[in-house]
């Protein structure tokens, strides 16, 4: 367990520096939102290989983990490519104003605070590609992986209705509250819910 949580931290921390540079260079922080749940990904694929648990919960972590990860990242690389999210220029221009280094405030406010976000969220991987037993997967785990599926697709879903929504120029200053959104005020973060409540189910 230690072995794959000290792999994982290398991971983690070392590709968000390495991002925070690019970051600097593209003058785009928010590259950090789109690695996010890529990087988790990767580290569920280290563990699928490199974890001494039970070979199939290790593999269905991977799976769940890449199935999220091109969802959501995919997601936010097509929605911010090309443009820094405009919540980071705020906060770009807000530092600057105030005379303060915005290359230091990103490092530990924005990619090293993501990293731990990151880090700590790998917990129910660890623990799944390190535990032995049960050697099989049983009604939990597949119960587990269900919930994630299904967390999967219904943000996708809610995503896929703000999108449309939001390309319509005849909705600009209405609230949606059609689809998926007539039930929710949050329909994709319910599904973000789902997907962990999965995967802490499975391990």
């Known amino acids: ?85 405009p919540r980071y220029a705020r906060l770009r221009k807000h530092v600057e104003e105030q005379g303060r280094s915005f290359a230091w405030h990103s490092l530990t406010r924005i990619n090293l605070y993501q990293g731990a976000i990151v880090f700590v969220a790998l917990a129910p991987f660890i623990v799944a590609q390190t535990a032995p037993e049960p050697a099989a997967l049983g009604a939990l785990a597949w119960a587990g992986a269900a919930l994630s599926g299904f967390g999967v697709a219904f943000q996708a879903i809610a995503d896929w209705q703000l999108a449309r929504f939001k390309a319509n120029p005849a909705n600009a200053g209405r609230v949606l509250d059609a689809g998926l959104w007539r039930y929710s005020r949050h329909p994709n973060y319910f599904g973000e819910s789902c997907v962990w409540w999965g995967y802490w189910l499975v391990a």
């Open 1 to 85: 367990l230690l072995r794959l949580a000290a792999l994982d931290a290398a991971i983690v921390f070392g590709s968000f520096v390495l991002l925070w540079g690019v970051s600097l260079a593209a003058r785009d922080s928010s590259l950090v939102d789109i690695w996010f749940a890529p990087c988790i990904a990767v580290a569920a694929i280290v563990g699928a290989v490199v974890g001494a648990g039970a070979g199939p919960r290790r593999v269905l972590m991977a799976v769940l983990a890449c199935a999220w990860a091109l969802r959501l990242g995919g997601y936010l690389l097509w929605r911010n490519w090309g443009r820094e999210d």
